[in-house]
């Protein structure tokens, strides 16, 4: 299995211009999580989905934020209009499901909004 | 959600020395994972506790978890360069499973 593939690797954006940054997780892996990495933040988990369904989004900052899982293989973070403070790394990560299993990260996105 | 204070949040080393990070929660801990990024890499699983009072080794990276499960520690001894990173602890939140990480110990190593 080639892992969990994120796109773009680089985006780099005007403010105010609509940003999609892509994710397919392992094949078979039930859960999916978007995370958004700052020196300042940390590491923030964003959003979880579960079998394809959004479980928990109370860490997506903002209405700006929107993500959507359409099938099991795929799924999408959406920022519109973007913004300088969303600059950052983000991070799509899968795994087995449940609570005991481990999280396999994607390469991650580097977005910078100038 | 799940919070776990991770301490220190940066860690500067003599090559050859050992260090310790830890990682505490207020409330009880199903179980606990340790991930590690390289710089400008991704977070990559290391290991996962379950039990009370559990101790796992990995070469030279000790991992243990607290008796009461609400806290645990990561010891590395005979720092090497390649040890240099983030160390992130990681929990599931017990009914979703939702994974929240610490905010990591960064680590640097003089050689």
Known sequence: DAGVIQSPRHEVTEMGQEVTLRCKPISGHNSLFWYRQTMMRGLELLIYFNNNVPIDDSGMPEDRFSAKMPNASFSTLKIQPSEPRDSAVYFCASSPGGGNTEAFFGQGTRLTVV | GQQVMQIPQYQHVQEGEDFTTYCNSSTTLSNIQWYKQRPGGHPVFLIQLVKSGEVKKQ????????????????????TQTTDVGTYFCAV??????KLSFGAGTTVTVRA
């Open chain 2, 59 to 78: 070469k030279r990276l000790t991992f243990q978890f607290g008796e009461a499960k609400k806290n645990s520690s990561l010891h590395i001894t005979a």
């Open chain 2, 92 to 97: 599931h939140t017990p009914n979703d499973y």
